[in-house]
Structures are given as C-alpha cells and as structure tokens.
C-alpha cells in the first residue's frame, strides 16, 4: 500500500496497543477513512484474519464506510494486487492471504451471536444499540476500533471511556489534510450559526444537541404500493451545498419521503440527466426554490413540469408547522435526509433561549420538503395554521461522516 498516503489519524489507530481504539470526531475529519486504511493494511499482512466493519444499516454503510473502503482500494495499485476478490453483493473483501474484510448491519442482539472475527470496526457507533456491540465484542478476538460524531453520549462515555484497555482519540477536520478550503471555512462558519453544533462537528468535543424541529419521523423499508405522490421537491446548490431532491408521497395520513439525489457541483443539465437517470417523468410536479427563478425556468424549458415554492415573509415557519402535523416515514435508502433530520434545530440566543427560527445549515433535502408543504399542503388545504402546536423534542440521531478525499 505504498501508494497510499497515511495521516496523523491513521498513525494514532495503527499504532495503537488498547483493545478498544474510540474515535470521537467532528465531521471531515477522515476517522473513518484512516480506521479502514488501518484495517486493509491488517488484512494485507497478516493471513487469514476477519474484519467486520458494523453499521447502523446498510445503506448507511454504503453512503459511509462502504464507499470509503471501496475509494481506498481503488485508489491504491499494491492494495488491488492484495486483494482477491470484491464482491460487491455481499459487501466483501477477500484477500489472496486468506484474510477478509466483510460490512454488515444485524437488526437486534441474538442476530449479533452469529459469527466470530479477529477486528471489529463499529461505524458510527451512536446508531449501534449497546446491546448488538455487546454480542459483537463478546465474539472479537484481537482489536476493536469505534468511531462517531459525538452530538450528545451514549453507551460509549458510558460504558467504555475511562476503563482499561481503551483508548479515545479526538479529531477534527484540522486533522484532515486533504479537504478543500471552503470546506474548513463552512464547518467553521458554525460558530457563528450555533455554538453547540460548532464544538461537536468543528471540535469532536461531546455535545447535546437539543431543540431538534421535527420529531415524529420513522425509518421505513420502502414505499407503500398505493401511495399517492403530492410532487416532488428540489433544493439547488453547487460548488459547497448539495442539490438535494427528494419524492413526497401521502398515505394513510402520513408523509411517505424519498431521497433521490444528494450532490455538488450538478448544473442544471446534470439536474436534468440525474431526474432521467431516475426515470422521473416530466410530467412529474417538482417545486423549487423560488430564489433560483433563473434555474426554474432553465428547467422548465427543458421540458420538466416545475415550479417555485409559494414563500413569504413567515414561509419558514408556516411550512414547519404543515409538517408538524403529519407522521414522517423515511425510507431507509435516505440516508442524507435522515441525517438532516438528526440535526435540524432551532437556533438559540447567547442566554441559550430557543428562538423562533431554524439554523439555516444542513437542510438541502428539509428545505424541499418544505417547499412541497407549502405548495401542497398550505393553508386552505390542512385547516388553521394558528391552532398547531409544536411536537416534543426528537430523538437524537448521529449523521454519517464526510469523506476524506485524496
């Protein structure tokens, strides 16, 4: 693996002679990446190992951890020679050694009895109940890293932190020498947006993320067969923002939501090829942002069936309390927007008083949803607005990391 280049973080894992190795971070700071590096440098050396890296769920591995195991060994001539296989299907990496490196998700503790391995990786263990990690270190013979943003504790500070044989490295985006600049200074904007959400995903410091705005959501498998689509809806970005769209759907008084693309950098040609791409007629209803009106029409000449969002003074807000009212099932496959869910708070004054606004960071796929409640579900066609209370506070819910890019 010559050809790959390691960092401090990378150095600190390897090097490492705790059974237990926690990273705690902020966002960017490529813990994940050096955690795996670490771990096919372990399948290249020594024969006949098994490595399990463990998420939350699967698509959660591969909008994560999967992707960036996938980016190393392609990125890296003398560790494809390494390795034997990759099976794709089966998330699997087989090494001509004999050693292997598979990704995998169990739904509860008794799935977690089957199989036994030499590493085990926890990939952003705040999603992993402590019951499933549990089983999975009972059945761990050498080594076991950890790595999370650390948005409020868990079982890991309280279970694991301060007892022997383990060990807790804290990083940050400081520790990533690969990011962009813009990068660095959007993660850094934090401070002045929210400060609690700068000392846990500008820091790594641990945090508790409170006053989060929409609250009643689950996770679903899919989409029921008799939804009933509203329309669909598109947040623009580019150079730092993601283009988020997502498909709205209404069932049994619930809000059924679709994550369909999450990207930079997209013109609105490639918009337009990515709604081909996932067969989106254009007869489909897209609401927009209205603040791109040049983008919209540009769209709309294209053939696609869109229009702007129906703001006003008090739209923010408004659109808050429609989605309020209803029950959200995410599909599990919505990744990005599940993590925007987890993080999608009201801002707070300096005396930590909850203002009557949202922090204005993180909702490229929560702005769209908005936009189809205003446009589809605003006043006069859910009733009186004034009468709806907000819901509790949510359950708190960790976000995947970015990626470290070479």
Request: some cysteine; overall charge neutral.
């Amino acid at each position: 693996m010559a050809d790959q280049i390691a960092t401090s973080l990378f150095r600190q894992n390897y090097i490492s002679a705790a059974h237990i190795v926690i990273n705690q971070g902020g966002t960017s700071s490529g813990k994940t990446y050096a955690i795996e590096q670490v771990l096919f440098c372990l399948a290249c050396t020594t024969e006949k190992l098994v490595i399990t890296v463990v998420g939350q769920d699967i698509p959660n591995l591969k909008a994560g951890a999967l992707r960036d195991a996938a980016s190393i060994h392609s990125s890296s001539g003398a560790l494809q020679a390494m390795v034997k296989n990759y099976n794709k299907t089966d998330r699997l990496f087989e090494f001509h050694n004999g050693s292997l490196i598979e990704f995998k998700s169990y739904d509860n503790a008794q799935d977690a009895k089957s199989g036994k391995r030499d590493y085990l990786f926890v990939n952003e263990a705040n999603g992993v109940p402590w019951e499933v990690y549990c089983e999975l270190a009972l059945r761990t013979r050498l080594k076991i890293f950890i790595d999370f943003n650390p948005n409020i504790a868990f079982w890991v500070h309280d279970n694991l932190l301060g007892r022997p044989g383990v060990q807790l490295i804290i990083s940050d985006h400081r520790h990533n020498p690969f990011l962009s600049q813009q990068l660095r200074d959007k993660i850094e904007s934090l401070k002045a947006i929210d400060d609690e959400l700068w000392r846990v995903y500008a820091r790594g410091l641990t945090g508790k993320i409170s006053g989060l705005i929409l609250n009643r959501w689950q996770v679903v498998d899919d989409l029921p067969e008799s939804r009933k689509l509203l329309a669909a809806g598109l947040d623009f970005g580019y150079t730092n923002d993601e283009t988020g769209f997502i498909m709205v759907y209404k069932q049994d008084g619930a809000l059924w939501v679709d994550e369909v693309f999450y990207e930079t950098g997209l013109t609105n040609p490639d918009i337009a090829g990515k709604l081909s791409e996932n067969n989106i007629g254009k007869s489909t209803e897209i609401v927009a942002d209205s603040a791109e009106p040049k983008s919209i029409e540009e769209l709309r000449r294209m053939g696609w069936h869109i229009s702007p969002a129906k703001k006003g003074p008090d739209s923010i807000k408004l659109s808050i309390d429609i989605l309020k009212r209803y029950e959200l099932k995410i599909t599990r496959r919505s990744v990005n927007l599940r993590n925007e869910l987890g993080r999608y708070k009201w801002k707070t004054d300096r005396s930590g008083r909850t203002l009557n606004e949202p922090v204005d960071a993180w909702n490229h796929l929560i702005d769209p949803l908005r936009y189809v409640a205003l446009n589809k579900l605003g006043a006069g066609k859910t009733g009186n607005i004034k009468s709806w209370m907000p819901a509790p506070s949510a359950p708190e819910f960790d976000f995947a990391t970015a990626h470290l890019l070479k």
